[in-house]
């Protein structure tokens, strides 16, 4: 019931996406050019995709799967006992956990997020364009290293989505990949102004989208009823 009152939302959340994704990559007046934090971005995210097809990094990847749920246990007040990482698997030791915590490392590029938050301190410092240009390039190979490693570790059987349901696990993954994964290659080429309108345009098409459903339930409820 959860995963599929959750379906407008992640209708909302790809409309969003989509009508943010424009204005964010491509040159401001109207040009169909892209912008170099564009560029930039795209270029880091071949150059893992390249990278990903030559060896694919198992351990790295586990090592930043398992951080994911380290943070988000610490965010939610949990005890860590353990943090173990091997060669495409981990474990992490916690007093209890949820839902965030166990979905986190497939929704979250916490890499990415990382280099983003560096690269807005190190351009307020400093101010050259280089730095948003390193920064969009870091961006595109981690998120690219995050959606292709995640896909590839969503192919074989997980206990975390087996945890809390199939239905509802994808569904939830899919509404807040939208919302970070999305959110972070916007905020990659657009600069951080954009994820303001894009939570906003979330908000506005999740509600067009609720209000659209209720409608229809509405009117098959009274169609039933006269």
């Not at 690219?144 to 490693?149: F, G, I, K, S």
């Not at 997980?158 to 916007?186: E, H, K, M, N, T």
Request: proline letters at 4%; hydrophobic letters at 55%; charged letters at 10%.
């Amino acid at each position: 019931m959860v995963a599929a009152l959750l379906l407008p939302a992640c209708w909302g959340a790809a409309l969003s996406f989509g009508k943010t994704l424009p204005a964010a990559f491509f040159a401001s007046g109207g040009s169909y050019l892209l912008a170099p934090e564009g560029w930039a971005f795209i270029i880091g995210a071949c150059a893992y995709a390249v990278w990903h097809r030559l060896a694919p990094p198992e351990f790295l990847y586990a090592f930043v799967h398992e951080c994911t749920h380290l943070a988000f246990a610490l965010l939610t007040g949990k005890k860590v006992s353990s943090f173990e990482v091997n060669q495409g698997s981990g474990k992490v030791g916690l007093s209890g956990t949820n839902t965030l915590i166990t979905l986190a490392p497939y929704f979250f590029p916490l890499p990415t997020v990382a280099v983003l938050i560096l690269g807005a301190l190190l351009d307020w410092a400093f101010g050259y364009p280089q730095i948003g240009w390193a920064a969009a390039f870091l961006s595109g190979l981690t998120l690219c290293l995050h959606v292709l490693m995640t896909l590839r570790a969503l192919g074989a059987s997980q206990p975390d989505i087996a945890r809390g349901g199939r239905v509802f696990s994808w569904a939830f993954i899919f509404f807040f990949g939208l919302v970070f994964i999305g959110g972070a290659a916007l905020v990659s080429a657009g600069g951080w102004g954009v994820a303001a309108l894009y939570g906003l345009s979330i908000w506005r098409e999740s509600l067009d989208a609720y209000a659209l459903l209720f409608g229809l339930v509405e009117y098959i409820a009274w169609s039933i009823g006269s």
